[in-house]
Structures are given as structure tokens and as C-alpha cells.
């Protein structure tokens, strides 16, 4: 979002565009320091902002560079790919989109809180089979207690 607004404001499309396209294949790339560079000559062309300006061109590019340069040690998404690791939030915001379906739905209420229930959801959600798996221990602790007793 700070690279693409940063590339657009104070352009025309086509000219912020081009440079968007250039700064976007850097990120994925991991070239920070080239985006970083490339916004500095931006900012240059445009003047530092004064004081609280903001809604201005020079001021939308040093907001982007103050963010891209606090954020530099975490744009490694060069490497964050190559560990098959995810580089956006889309995978966690669907997963909260669907606990938020099952358990904000109509006509449902949670005297004890929620917390319990997300736990549970959250369980039945994941690919690690932490339901069965609770179950199948469950089970077998309940078979091997002292207090157990088969039915005659």
C-alpha cells in the first residue's frame, strides 16, 4: 500500500504505474534498499513536507519512506518465500472471517464468554486434528483410570 501510494500520488496513471510496477518487483525481490533509494530521489524532487502537512504529494512520499524505512528488517519477503513461508495476511484473515461466521451468527449467545468456543472452533478448523486427537487420549485415560469400569 505505501509503495503503490507513494509510485501514484502526484502522477499521472501511467507514470505512477510504471514506477509501481519497477518498486512492487523490488519488494518481492527483497531489494529494499533500492525502493528506499528510489523514494529518497522522489522525495527530493518533491521538498520535505512542513510540520503536520499531510494530503500532499511530498508529504503521502515521506510518510511511505518513514514507514518502509521503521519497516526495512521485516520486508524480507525474498526469504520469507523461500522458507514457503505466507507474505500476506490473506491466509489469517480468512481463517478470523470464518471463526467469525460460526461463532458471531444470528440468535447465538455465550454466557461463559467466547473464548472456550473459539478454542474449540479453532481446533475443528486447523489440519492438525486436534479434536480427534483430544478424543482418542481422552479415551484412552478414561479406559485406564482406576475409577473406569466396563458395563456387565
Known amino acids: ?11 499521472t496513471p501511467n507514470e505512477g504505474w510504471l514506477d509501481y510496477c519497477l518498486w512492487a518487483q ?24 512542513e510540520p503536520k502537512e499531510t494530503g500532499t504529494p511530498r508529504a503521502q512520499v515521506a510518510k511511505s519512506l518513514g514507514y518502509l524505512t521503521n519497516q ?5 519477503y525474498d526469504e520469507y518465500r523461500q522458507q514457503g513461508l505466507p507474505i500476506t495476511s490473506s ?19 455465550w454466557d461463559e464468554g ?6 474449540l472452533v479453532a481446533d475443528r478448523l486447523s489440519q492438525t486434528n486436534a479434536v480427534a486427537k483430544f478424543w482418542s487420549r481422552r ?3 478414561l479406559v485406564n483410570s482406576a475409577s473406569y469400569q466396563q458395563a456387565a
Open 91 to 109: 491466509l489469517v484473515e480468512s481463517t478470523i472471517k470464518q471463526i467469525n461466521r460460526r461463532i458471531k451468527g444470528t440468535e447465538k449467545f
Open 139 to 141: 479415551l484412552d485415560r
Open 1 to 11: 500500500m505505501y509503495v503503490y501510494a507513494a509510485a501514484m500520488t502526484g502522477r
Open 114 to 119: 467466547t473464548e472456550p468456543m473459539l478454542q
Open 26 to 49: 523490488w519488494l518481492w525481490e527483497g531489494k529494499v534498499d533500492q525502493i528506499l533509494a528510489a523514494l529518497e530521489r522522489r522525495q527530493q524532487e518533491l521538498s520535505l513536507p
Open 72 to 76: 526495512r528488517e521485516r520486508m524480507k
